[in-house]
């Protein structure tokens, strides 16, 4: 055996026992250092001759490769050792809790507002708004609507004055008013808003929301008004299909005046909205009345329109299941979080209404 | 109002069964809302069975019985009779029922001992034979076990809505006009009962000639001799399904016509009149007992009827005890008079009164149907309490100008979309009763007196579609079209500002816009109280002067149900006055509670003044405004605590005032008596953002970003105590904007080594050029430069 086998053969079997970098690093000297024996061996090569040197230094150099490359490996291997070691001992229990935060919610009722003015923003419709507090003449009066008519029975009014000159409006018809004097035909808006009535038990709050729409233009018949609600009430409760029956009835702002209902079945005690056999009432609508144009000196011989109001608080319950209206007010952090809306979800007609 | 099949039957000749009916009535205006089972006392006799009959142990004639209603329960009957027996079917009275032989009402009672709820029954105390011994023995009845015996004897009651222009349809008769004019049948003629009428009429009636006379016509007629007496089954099972009591035949007869032939009477009893009627305006203070019992004190210029010492009743109102009918009424004057709605209404509304004929008189009745209301009802009284009747004396007016409408045939289908002919519409203005005439291209519409609520074309053109169908208007899909913006800035700024919040955690809420008084005014500013007149309750007796009325009541409630780290905010009106338009929108955030409670991993805190100040801040960034035109200060007002509250305006501390934000002042606290008591809101006033003057859609700023090298410098200004560190921020800032790109204070010492009047800021800078990497020279510079002018400005030295 030369003594470059021996060489080799000394350290395989140093190698294998090497276990830690400490021991590698002895290795490495003892074969590398100064006085190592590889290193020797180079010293050694000025002694041979040309010939040997030549085939001598061949085979030393191969040697040397194969040393250096082997504990090249051992390293390496000593490293993956030690870092996996070190991840073993960090190691943490990832199904604890994550840090706590507060989740934010949209009411209800202002994603259902965004669904409807999403819906009528795609027809042309405008968002149009208007004071809570009205005069008398506003909320009845220039709504055809005289003092000793019994429709104002039909609305529990709540008054600021003894005169009841002031009150908070019963409904938001007299933006209808404020928009057909403070601008010029064509008129095309919902007014979405708070109303009030003083009336309170599970199916009554004093405040509720309610959605008026007004348009008004030449030549808007009865059939646009279907039409227009038709639509509406589809893309609101996102199905094709909706059965709706127009019923005679009577607002003294419109004539003819109707009330819509709409089809629905239970299932599992849930309403669902579409062609079932029972009937739901949603809304009132008409004809505006002339006398309510005239009031507005709006040319009735050159426009008319039609106008409608929609319970808001109704629709919501409606189209996501609520029963109890009196908790849409009653700030109950429980309600809010259940019943509430991701901010993120905001109705939009590309990505759809509702997720 | 209450109607039946078979009534309604009396006046139309129809074969649609009950449910064509309904549905007919919804589709020509008149909703069915209700079908009522008019079902009698007699109702709660049930059939029953005997399962089990067993010896009372007190009582040797005695029996307990479990007695089954065919559910699982078993009902424990103590019966005498000696034919109860295991098996046996019979007639079981629940505790509460009447029995009709005794009119002995059952209770729940321990018979020697033993508890039995309700009885059997025997024939004779069901008033069905005289035979009483023993209970009835029901054979082939066993599959019928728990329904009543007794077959419902009334028919069933149609609640129908009428819509408050339709006085006519507060009568069966009109209901069946409208539905014989639909289609469904005929209108028959009304029966009239014969009778003769030799007498005058002896009292005289006089309706006063005076401004404001409520009172247009009053007919009456004097019947004398008569029998009153319990009405016959047929009219007092109407006066039944009314859902009213039968009084007497008078008083049911009137009640009768009314809901008959929509025409209110009233009878007198004529003995107790003073010598004559007279139908004036009241004076102020008068009194008047009604029948119902109440006494009433008048206003001045209300319609009454009376006699020559007193009141007899509230024409058209209510009528008065002194002169009520009574069983041993002899002689009667039956009244059928017209009263203007609008005096009723105000009569009625004044002295809270709610009646029948108050209803119908507001709404308008027909004046023409005087006459006709005095002969129905006048035949019917003799008819069935006898008499003689004098002839009619009707005083006032007696004729109604006629009204008449020309109704161009196009104008149907420029207003509905749909044409109709001019002889369909003939035919339906006919048969509601107008009295029509036809040419080529128009009709001439006659009113009838019954329809005081048609007045122009378009109320004809409603009954038109009316009848003919509102299904057959064809739908016209609406255009997609847009010339005009859905949404306004401001909406735009609403609709942003919840989506803001929202994200930051805060769960929206929409409370009432009127609030306690006791809360409102701890939020005030010395502002004015808005009461409202008529509070649903004295603690929703004002509107809200400030956002945090409610929010704060509605945090406490949720507090108390156990929850404490909330953040809520609400976006609504707030009022400063009661005149319209006295309000602005305000966003109101309130958060409350811990940050990281009961965390495993960090460590909890209280909510802060700086968490609100980043809410407010943030969200107003959010809604457009740029960052660096924010000016924060601690301008605050009295709702916050004074030394943790601020202000942030727009561009300079004298800016628009956008928003308020700091802990709820801790007297506020207190008085509301929260549980946790670490409260912070801020509040955000959308009006004063102003809207960008943008002609044009705008691009973005130009993009500028350096490719050099940046640096940073800290530096420690020892500076007083009360400088504001946002002020030193923006002041560095200003120094060289080209290259000084952020300014932040991050850390603030005062103690130990730093002079007691002083603190001391570090403030971290960086520094970068557009067009070369600075220089350690150009740092240095620069440096130089901040720390001689924050001394020049503010006297701070650098700390050594």
Redesign the interface.
């Known amino acids: 055996m030369s003594d470059l086998e021996k060489i080799n053969s000394i350290f395989n079997a140093k190698i294998d026992s090497v276990k830690s970098k400490d021991d590698l690093q002895n290795l490495k000297t003892e074969f590398f250092g100064k006085n190592g024996q590889i290193t020797i061996q180079f010293k050694n090569l000025g002694s041979l001759s040309a010939e040997d040197k030549k085939e001598f230094a061949s085979h030393l150099n191969r040697l040397k490769d194969s040393l250096s490359k082997q504990i090249e490996e051992k390293n390496l291997e000593l490293e993956t050792q030690e870092i996996n070691e070190k991840l073993k001992s960090e190691k943490i229990d990832v199904t ?2 994550i ?9 209800p ?2 994603q259902v507002i ?1 669904e409807i ?1 999403s819906i ?8 149009a ?1 208007g ?5 008398e003449h ?1 909320n009845f009066t220039a709504l055809n609507t005289p003092e ?4 104002r ?2 609305h529990d009014t ?5 005169n ?1 000159k ?1 009150l ?1 409006r019963t409904h938001t018809s007299p933006v209808q008013i404020r928009t057909m004097l403070n601008e010029k035909p064509p008129f ?1 808006i919902i007014v979405p808003g ?1 109303t ?1 009535r ?1 009336d ?1 038990d599970q199916t009554h709050a ?2 509720f929301h309610q959605l008026e729409g007004l348009h008004i233009d030449k ?1 808007i ?4 008004l ?3 609600l ?2 509406f009430i589809k893309e609101f409760f996102e199905v094709k299909n909706v059965r709706m ?6 607002f003294p702002f419109t ?5 819509v209902d709409i089809g629905y079945r239970l299932e599992n005690n849930k309403i669902v909205i579409g062609e079932g056999d029972k009937w739901l009432e949603v809304l009132g609508c008409g ?1 505006v ?2 006398n309510v144009l005239k009031n507005v000196k709006v040319d009735t011989n050159k426009y ?1 329109g039609y106008a409608f109001g929609i319970g808001i608080d109704r629709l919501a319950m409606l189209k996501y299941g609520i029963n109890d209206l009196r908790a ?6 429980r309600w ?2 259940h019943f ?1 809306f ?3 979800d ?1 109705p939009t007609n590309y990505r759809g209404l509702s997720k | 109002m209450i109607i039946t099949i078979p009534w309604l039957k009396e006046h139309l000749q129809t074969k649609a069964n009950e449910a064509k009916i309904i549905d007919q009535l ?4 008149l ?1 069915v809302e209700n079908v009522k089972e008019n079902v009698g006392e007699l109702s709660e006799f049930k059939i029953a069975k005997i399962l089990k009959a067993e010896k009372h142990p007190n009582a040797d004639k005695l029996k307990v019985c479990d007695v089954s209603l065919g559910d699982n329960k078993i009902i424990q009957v103590v019966c005498g009779a000696s034919n109860a027996r295991d098996g046996l079917v019979t007639i079981y009275a629940p505790p509460g029922s009447i029995i009709p032989k005794t009119k002995f009402k059952l209770k729940v009672a321990k018979i020697r001992g033993v508890e039995s709820k309700g009885m059997l029954c025997s024939e004779s105390e069901l008033n069905l034979s005289d035979e009483s011994a023993g209970i009835i023995e029901l054979k082939n009845k066993e599959k019928e076990v728990g329904k009543s015996y007794f077959k419902t004897k009334l028919d069933k009651a149609l609640d129908i809505a009428i ?4 006085a006519d349809c507060l009568g069966v008769r009109g209901i069946a006009r409208d539905l014989a004019s639909s289609g469904l049948g005929s209108l028959l003629k009304l029966k009239k009962k014969s009778f003769k009428q030799n007498l005058k009429q002896p009292i005289k009636v006089s309706i006063t000639k005076e401004k404001n006379q409520g009172c247009l016509s009053f007919g009456s007629c004097y019947i004398k001799d008569i029998t009153n007496k319990e009405s016959p089954d047929w009219l007092k099972n109407k006066i039944l399904a009314l859902g009213l009591k039968p009084i007497s035949a008078v008083v049911d007869i009137t009640n009768y016509v009314m809901f008959d032939l929509n025409r209110p009477l009233h009878a007198y009893d004529a003995n107790k009149i003073n010598k004559e009627i007279i139908v004036r305006n009241s004076q102020e203070g008068e009194e008047f007992e009604g029948l119902d019992n109440e006494k009433y004190k008048l206003k001045k210029g209300m319609c009454v009827v009376t006699d020559k010492s007193s009141i007899l009743g509230l024409g058209g109102v209510i009528g008065g005890t002194k002169t009520s009918t009574e069983f041993d009424t002899k002689n009667i004057l039956l009244e059928s008079a017209y009263f203007l ?2 005096s009723i ?2 009569t009625g509304r004044e002295l809270n009164i709610n009646t029948d004929a108050k209803y119908r008189f ?2 308008g009745i027909d004046p023409n149907s005087i006459k006709e209301g005095l002969e129905i009802a006048t035949g019917l009284i003799i008819s069935i309490c006898g008499g003689e009747a004098s002839k009619f004396l009707i005083t006032g007016k007696t004729s109604q100008k006629k009204k008449v409408i020309d109704l161009k045939i196009e104008k149907f ?6 044409s109709i002919s001019i002889s369909e519409a003939y035919k339906i203005l006919s048969s509601l009763g107008f009295k029509v005439k036809k040419t080529k291209k128009a009709l001439k519409v006659e009113i009838p007196s019954w329809r005081p609520d048609v007045s ?1 074309d ?2 004809l ?2 009954e038109l ?2 009848i003919k169908g ?2 057959k ?16 800035f401001k ?1 735009k700024l609403f ?1 942003l500002s ?2 803001a ?14 609030t306690d008084s006791n809360i409102d005014k701890q939020f005030s500013r010395g502002e004015k109280e ?7 309750s004295s603690d ?1 007796d004002v ?1 809200r002067r400030s956002i945090f009325s ?1 929010l704060s009541i ?1 945090l406490k ?2 507090q108390d ?1 156990g ?1 404490s ?4 905010f609400e976006i ?2 707030v ?1 400063f006055g ?6 602005q929108i305000v966003v109101g955030g309130i958060k409350s509670g811990l ?3 009961r ?4 460590k909890a805190r209280n909510i802060d003044v700086f968490d609100v100040k980043s809410d407010a801040l943030r969200t107003l960034v959010e809604l457009g405004i740029d960052e660096k035109n924010l000016f924060v200060n601690d301008l605050t007002k009295s709702s916050y605590h004074p030394g943790r509250s601020g202000s942030i305006n727009l561009k300079s501390d004298k800016g628009p005032h956008l928003a308020y934000f700091g802990e709820l002042h801790p007297a506020i606290v207190k008085k509301l008596d929260f549980k946790d008591k670490n409260i912070f809101g801020f509040e955000i006033f959308l009006k004063n953002i102003p809207q960008p003057n943008k002609k044009v859609r705008q691009t973005k700023v130009n993009y500028l970003a350096s490719d050099f090298q940046k640096s940073e410098r800290d530096f420690a200004f020892v500076i007083d105590k009360t400088f504001k560190v946002g002020l030193l921020e923006k002041l560095i800032k200003k120094i060289d904007e080209n290259i000084i790109h952020k300014v932040i204070a991050f850390d603030v010492y005062e103690g130990e080594n730093i002079p007691k009047d002083k603190k001391s800021v570090a403030i971290n800078v960086t520094l970068q050029a557009l067009d070369k990497t600075l220089s350690e020279k150009d740092l240095d510079q620069v440096s130089q430069k901040i720390i001689e002018v924050v001394k020049e400005k503010t006297g701070a030295t650098i700390r050594s």
């Not at chain 2, 808005?530 to 649903?536: A, D, E, H």
């Open positions: 604890l809790p840090r706590s935060y507060r989740q934010g919610k949209i009411h009722v202002s965004d003015s009528f923003s795609e027809i042309g419709f405008s968002v708004e004071p809570d507090v009205e005069t506003n000793d008519h019994p429709a029975d039909m709540f008054y600021l004055d003894k009841k002031l908070l095309k708070r009030y003083s309170s004093p405040m030549n018949t009865m059939g646009h279907k039409g227009c038709d639509y029956r127009f019923r005679p009835s009577h004539e003819p005046s109707a009330e004809m009345h002339p008319q849409f007010f009653e700030t109950d952090y809010l979080s509430g991701d901010p993120l905001v | 919804t589709n020509i205006g909703e819509t408050p222009n339709r709605p609008s209404r105000k507001e709404r289908k420029d207003l509905i979309g749909i122009q378009v109320d053109i409603e579609i009316r509102f299904d208007i064809q739908v016209v899909e609406p255009e997609k079209r847009r010339d005009k913006d859905t949404l306004n909406q609709h919840q989506r919040l929202a994200s930051k955690g805060y769960i929206e809420t929409v409370t009432w816009s009127f808005i009461n409202i007149y008529n509070p649903i929703l509107l409610n509605h409630k949720n149900r929850y780290d909330l953040s809520f609504g009106p009022f009661k005149n319209p338009g006295d309000q940050v990281n409670r965390s495993w991993s960090d």
